[in-house]
């Protein structure tokens, strides 16, 4: 694993898009496996700027989201499909065709989970996929004890990420309970993945996440098992690691190793 630690979020998400757009100038039709949240804000804000001002393009580009709330419709304004569209989608040059995120209202999940799948290995697989990570340590809404095998299937959100999910919601009662969410095995076959993380409540699931055991209570634990993740943190996030100085030090002397 990659650790970066940012001053700032800005900074943080400006390192994520370099890596996407270095992504996209060596394959210019890669996969993407996208989050939402407010972490990647930055990050596409960035890439929206990119593609604006210096001709990222996305033209040939195929998108899948980690995830989306079960029961919201694709235009309701705390959608994933509705976040996607508004930050990212419709200020870049991608084809609508090429753009996946799960249903939140099929009228048969298990098939639609099965397909999902079926089409990321289609698309020949996610080339670099973006996370999140939540208070209590999830990946995507791969909630505590969530398999590390796990494939894409709808899950029950844990009453944390339900209380975080809160203040997008008008009411308690309007947050979903249940979400179609791809799996930390999903998850895991990226050929490369950067994990975004901001603010000083991250910071214990971060630690966790990076300097505790592989556990399913902590499933961002898992991506110690993949062989190309970066975490890329603010200062914030990384407050709790343990190695933070060798972290550190390992960037400070990269770019003179042989
Ligand atoms: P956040 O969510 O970016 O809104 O903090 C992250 C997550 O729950 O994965």
């Known amino acids: 694993m990659e650790i970066i630690v940012k001053e700032t979020v800005e900074e943080m998400s400006k390192c994520a898009a370099r890596v996407v757009a270095r992504t996209l100038n060596a394959k210019p039709n890669a996969v993407l496996g996208l989050a939402t949240g407010s972490t990647p804000l930055g990050l596409y804000k960035e890439l929206v700027r990119m ?18 709330y079960v029961g919201l419709t694709q235009n309701h304004p705390q959608s994933y499909h509705y976040f996607m569209h508004e930050n990212l ?15 939140g209202t099929t009228d048969n999940y298990a098939a639609f989970c099965q397909w999902y799948e079926q089409r990321i290995m289609e698309c020949g697989g996610i080339d670099l996929q973006i ?3 939540g208070s209590d340590g999830h990946i995507a809404f791969n909630e505590p004890t969530s398999s590390l095998g796990s494939r894409t299937r709808i899950k029950t959100l844990a009453k944390q990420t339900i209380e975080d999910n809160a203040r997008f919601f008008d ?8 979400a179609i969410t791809m799996g930390v095995g999903t998850i895991l076959e990226a050929e490369k993945i950067i994990l975004l993380a901001n603010g000083v409540k991250k910071a214990a699931a971060v630690a966790a996440a990076i300097e505790g ?4 209570m902590i499933t961002a634990s898992a991506l110690q098992l993949h062989r190309d993740t970066m975490f890329i943190i603010d200062r914030e996030a990384a407050s709790n690691l343990k190695m933070l100085e060798y972290y550190e030090w390992i960037q400070a002397k990269m770019p003179n190793a042989p």
């Open 89 to 103: 989608f419709k200020h870049i040059n991608i084809p609508k065709q090429n753009i996946y995120i799960p249903s």
């Open 213 to 216: 055991p592989v556990t399913s």
């Open 131 to 133: 996370l999140g990570i």
């Open 171 to 178: 009411a308690m009662e309007q947050v979903p309970i249940y």
């Open 51 to 68: 593609h604006k001002e210096e001709g990222l393009d996305f033209s040939q580009v195929t998108t899948f989201n980690l995830d989306e």
